[in-house]
Each structure stands twice: as C-alpha cells, then as structure tokens.
C-alpha cells in the first residue's frame, strides 16, 4: 500500500475505491512537506501510529512547526522557515479532502515551477536593486569628492582674488 508517513487518508484508512491520481498528489506534497520540514507529514513511534495519524488527515502547516530536529552536526535545530507560497502550494497537496488537492501531479508542478520563477525573479530584481544601490553609493561618494574640491577651489580662488590689487598689472594679475 506504501509508506505510512506519506499515504493519504483515504489510502491509509484502506479505501481503495478512492485512491487515484490525486492520492499521488498527496504523496508529492508529503514528499514537498518533508523537504520543508525536515520531517515527514505523518509520525508515529512505529507504523501503526504513523497508519493512524495519516488517516486523521491532520497535517501542521511547517510554519507552525517549533523547530526543525537536526539533519546533522552542521544544521541546528530552530524555526523552520518556509516561503508561505510555497507552504501554500505544499499544503494544498496536502488537502484532507481529494477536491481540495491538485487534480494532477502536473498542475503541482507547474505551481511549483511558477513559485521558483518568482523567487529567481525576485532574487534577480534584489540582485539588480542591491548593484544600483552600490553603483549609487559610488556616484555619492563622487559626488561628495567633487564637491569638496570644489570648495577647494572657491577657497583658492577667494585667496587669490584676494592676493591680487586692482591696480597690477594685468600680466601681474595673470
């Protein structure tokens, strides 16, 4: 029948009459859920209690989670953080009812895809903001040199002004 941590609840409560294509979107997003949260959608201390659980249907959204357990040494426990449109995505395969999930595994991926586009889109417009950001830093800091020498050169020319009398002559004044 499959893995008790990933079955939907149809499946797991054994009605076969109703498992389908959207009983495999189920196990997608339990596939999706454990990515996200480091654990599957459905636990138990053996099978059986895994079996029970994934036949409640209740699945915790992995923002709700309280921390993430460790996948080894280098990660540490804490918060999960998840896109909330990708948690949606994801909880939506997750649906207790099989209207309610993805009809395909196909429109599953194309909502998965469509959320990776934005990231990268996303990632590419911070990207672009964070160069013009710098580039404008640097056109600051230009702007802030120039106008000191400026200054300089108002002073300069105010103390020479100053140096030359009115009545040298114009070679002198050169």
Not at 140 to 162: D, F, K, N, P, S
């Amino acid at each position: 029948m499959g893995t008790p941590q990933y079955m939907a609840p149809e499946q797991a409560a054994g009605r076969l009459d109703q498992v389908d294509e959207r009983s495999d979107v189920f196990a997608l997003g339990a596939i999706l859920y454990e990515i996200l949260a480091y654990r599957p959608p459905f636990e138990g201390t053996d099978a059986a209690e895994a079996l029970e659980r994934a036949q409640s249907g209740f699945v915790t959204p992995p923002s709700r989670l309280p921390e993430a357990p460790p996948r080894s040494a280098s990660l540490r426990p804490g918060p999960v953080a998840v896109p909330p449109e990708l948690e949606a995505i994801c909880m939506k395969a997750l649906a207790l009812r099989r209207e309610d999930r993805f009809p395909s595994a196909r429109e599953l991926h194309d909502e998965i895809q469509a959320f990776l586009e934005g990231a990268l889109e996303r990632e590419r417009q911070e990207r672009e903001a964070r160069e013009r950001v710098e580039a404008g830093r640097g056109h600051a800091a230009r702007y802030a040199a120039l106008r000191e020498e400026i200054e300089a050169q108002r002073r300069r020319v105010l103390e020479l002004a100053r140096q030359v009398k009115s009545f040298e002559p114009v070679e002198t004044k050169r």
